[in-house]
């Protein structure tokens, strides 16, 4: 027993060496590495890529598992070695019945879609990508039917990237969402408050717009002796171990609130990555546990903390001091409104945080009716342009702002949008949470001080990776299951106030 244990963790730590070194090299190519390397980065990619999946599907590691799940069954293991199996054997079980060559058949097509998808966002014409995307729901809702689901097709995908969650819950959750939202996004635009961005227009130097988001990003508690912020086109952030995590924002000239929102979205998920028990790397235990709860940490430091009252009645007077040019003459409350203008427009990316969800909502119905097939790939445009108008009343004048704006389904990531919503609920729920457990919360904020909330966040969700489902983990943390309460509660308080609505 103990042998066998042993050398599970033996290959798991030969796994995660490799899926670290990956990593670093993706790193490299987004932030660091020159054109030319191009090529030579992809043979690399691809030469360790599959060396990992030789490992992965090696029928001694396949066994070392079904042996550890069998302990567990048998309730042989401690609780942690327990979780571990258990963790193990679903990622396992998954990998196993999809075929080698179904495997290869859906790699050569997404990364051929990654280019297709650009061409045609470039020219605005969804018809040059039909084809591809065709190909690419044919094949996910055959690796729905080669994976199983009890429902809807829609579940097997969407376990990929929030494990245990059923599409009948997601559905639920979005549904009261969207009931909330859409009024409330009417009254928002029917409110007089004049909120707007107009006054913090101006110049913001790079360099000092660099100094002043990490200044932010060690404040609230990332480690830079465990990590890097550099620059990349799109902010992202990567770990390689909970001792190295790397994190990227941009920079406009134009505007300083791009830059902080990045660097503190990207820092959140930076600090859970930092905050898992580094003693459990390479097992389920050292990673995190869905892509809701990752993106709920981001979310919460971003929008909770990062454009909030308490946040910059510290961080505003540091700000006006760095850009007195734009800002000297700028009060506090000003800023803060402008920092957070509602303002429903084509570009989920850009979106804030009142239109946001509504972005998700429209995608996740129209890749669920994909998947369901009761949508076909030929009506998305139609199709999204007439929910974009039902959901947040635009109007799209091209694809290129529309149905083609997201790499995500050009990459097989059909299940990934409603994670991002998830986030946002999941972070209300955990910041109403600490904030019951931490009265003097925005008090400590104003001061500049992170590390109660940081301190919260890390006993109760950080060191536990994956040893709790999600759904365990929210009802552990708060008390309660998913409730959108807490989310419609913070929107309508804060946005209430701001847009001084009735
Ligand atoms: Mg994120």
Same mark, same amino acid.
């Given at each position: 027993?103990?042998?066998?244990?042993?050398?599970?963790?033996?290959?798991?730590?030969?796994?995660?060496?490799?899926?670290?070194?990956?990593?670093?090299?993706?790193?490299?190519?987004?932030?660091?590495? /020159?054109?030319? #390397?191009?090529?030579? %980065?992809?043979?690399?990619?691809?030469?360790?890529?599959?060396?990992?999946?030789?490992?992965?599907?090696?029928?001694?590691?396949?066994?070392?598992?079904?042996?550890?799940?069998? $302990?567990?069954?048998?309730? =042989?293991?401690?609780?942690?070695?327990?979780?571990?199996? %258990?963790?193990?054997?679903?990622?396992?079980?998954?990998? !196993?019945?999809?075929?080698?060559? *179904?495997?290869?058949?859906?790699?050569?097509?997404?990364?051929?879609?990654?280019?297709?998808?650009?061409?045609?966002?470039?020219?605005?014409?969804?018809?040059?990508?039909?084809?591809?995307?065709?190909?690419?729901?044919?094949?996910?809702?055959?690796?729905?039917?080669?994976?199983?689901?009890?429902?809807?097709?829609?579940?097997?995908?969407?376990?990929? +990237?929030?494990? +245990?969650?059923?599409? #009948?819950?997601?559905? $639920?959750?979005?549904?009261?969402? =969207?009931?909330?939202?859409?009024?409330?996004?009417?009254?928002?635009?029917?409110? %007089?408050?004049?909120?707007?961005?107009?006054?913090?227009?101006?110049? &913001?130097?790079? @360099?000092?717009?660099?100094?002043?988001?990490?200044?932010?990003?060690?404040?609230?508690?990332?480690?830079?002796?465990?990590?890097?912020?550099?620059?990349?086109?799109?902010?992202?952030?990567?770990?390689?171990?909970? %001792?190295?995590?790397?994190?990227?924002?941009? +920079?406009?000239?134009? @505007?300083?609130?791009?830059?902080?929102?990045?660097?503190?979205?990207?820092?959140?998920?930076?600090? &859970?990555?930092?905050?898992?028990?580094?003693?459990?790397?390479?097992?389920?235990?050292?990673?995190?546990?869905?892509?809701?709860?990752?993106?709920?940490?981001? !979310?919460?430091?971003?929008?909770?903390?990062? =454009?909030?009252?308490? *946040?910059?009645? &510290?961080?505003?007077?540091?700000?006006?001091?760095?850009? /007195?040019?734009?800002?000297?003459?700028?009060?506090?409350?000003?800023?803060?409104?402008?920092?957070?203008?509602?303002?429903?427009?084509?570009?989920?990316?850009?979106?804030?945080?009142?239109?946001?969800?509504?972005?998700?909502?429209? !995608? *996740?119905?129209?890749?669920? $009716?994909?998947?369901?097939?009761?949508?076909?790939?030929?009506?998305?445009?139609?199709?999204?342009?007439?929910?974009?108008?039902?959901?947040?009343?635009?109007?799209?004048?091209?694809?290129?702002?529309?149905?083609?704006?997201?790499?995500?389904?050009?990459?097989?990531?059909?299940?990934?949008?409603?994670?991002?919503?998830?986030?946002?609920?999941?972070?209300?729920?955990?910041?109403?949470?600490?904030?019951?457990?931490?009265?003097?919360?925005?008090?400590?904020?104003?001061?500049?001080? *992170?590390?109660?909330?940081?301190?919260?966040?890390?006993?109760?969700?950080?060191?536990?990776? =994956?040893?709790?489902?999600?759904?365990?983990?929210?009802?552990?943390?708060?008390?309660?299951?998913?409730?959108?309460?807490?989310?419609?509660? +913070?929107?309508?308080?804060? &946005?209430?106030?701001?847009?001084?609505?009735?």
């Amino acid at each position: 027993m103990a042998t066998s244990n042993s050398a599970l963790h033996q290959k798991l730590s030969d796994i995660a060496q490799l899926k670290s070194a990956l990593a670093v090299l993706m790193y490299d190519r987004e932030v660091f590495m /020159p054109s030319k #390397g191009s090529a030579p %980065r992809a043979d690399m990619l691809s030469f360790l890529a599959g060396e990992l999946h030789e490992r992965v599907v090696a029928p001694d590691f396949i066994a070392l598992v079904g042996d550890a799940k069998a $302990a567990a069954d048998a309730k =042989r293991l401690p609780a942690d070695e327990s979780a571990i199996a %258990r963790e193990l054997f679903r990622d396992v079980s998954r990998e !196993r019945k999809l075929p080698v060559e *179904f495997v290869r058949e859906l790699t050569h097509v997404t990364s051929e879609a990654y280019h297709v998808w650009m061409g045609a966002r470039k020219k605005k014409d969804f018809s040059a990508y039909a084809p591809t995307l065709e190909r690419i729901v044919a094949l996910k809702r055959r690796e729905a039917e080669l994976v199983g689901y009890k429902k809807t097709p829609y579940d097997a995908l969407l376990d990929v +990237y929030e494990p +245990y969650a059923t599409t #009948g819950e997601i559905d $639920a959750v979005l549904t009261d969402l =969207r009931n909330f939202l859409v009024p409330f996004l009417a009254k928002i635009r029917a409110s %007089r408050a004049g909120v707007s961005a107009a006054p913090i227009a101006g110049n &913001y130097d790079v @360099e000092k717009q660099k100094a002043f988001c990490a200044l932010i990003v060690r404040q609230i508690g990332f480690d830079f002796e465990a990590g890097r912020l550099d620059v990349s086109a799109h902010p992202f952030s990567t770990g390689f171990h909970p %001792r190295d995590v790397r994190i990227t924002t941009r +920079y406009n000239p134009k @505007e300083v609130g791009e830059s902080i929102s990045g660097a503190i979205h990207e820092a959140g998920h930076a600090m &859970y990555e930092q905050g898992l028990p580094a003693e459990r790397f390479g097992t389920p235990l050292g990673e995190a546990v869905s892509l809701g709860i990752h993106e709920s940490q981001s !979310r919460m430091w971003e929008n909770m903390v990062g =454009r909030s009252l308490p *946040f910059w009645t &510290y961080f505003y007077p540091l700000l006006q001091k760095e850009f /007195p040019a734009p800002l000297v003459a700028v009060s506090l409350d000003v800023f803060y409104r402008a920092m957070n203008v509602v303002r429903p427009s084509l570009i989920r990316v850009e979106a804030d945080e009142v239109t946001y969800n509504l972005h998700v909502i429209l !995608r *996740f119905e129209i890749e669920r $009716a994909l998947i369901e097939g009761s949508l076909g790939v030929a009506d998305l445009p139609r199709i999204w342009n007439a929910k974009m108008k039902e959901l947040l009343g635009v109007d799209v004048p091209d694809d290129g702002v529309g149905v083609l704006q997201d790499v995500h389904w050009s990459g097989g990531a059909i299940g990934y949008f409603p994670t991002y919503s998830l986030g946002n609920l999941y972070s209300a729920q955990f910041f109403a949470a600490a904030r019951r457990d931490l009265p003097d919360m925005d008090a400590q904020m104003a001061r500049g001080e *992170f590390g109660g909330l940081l301190g919260w966040l890390r006993e109760k969700i950080h060191v536990h990776g =994956r040893f709790y489902s999600a759904q365990e983990l929210v009802q552990r943390a708060t008390g309660e299951k998913l409730n959108i309460r807490h989310y419609a509660d +913070y929107i309508s308080k804060k &946005y209430g106030a701001i847009y001084e609505l009735p």
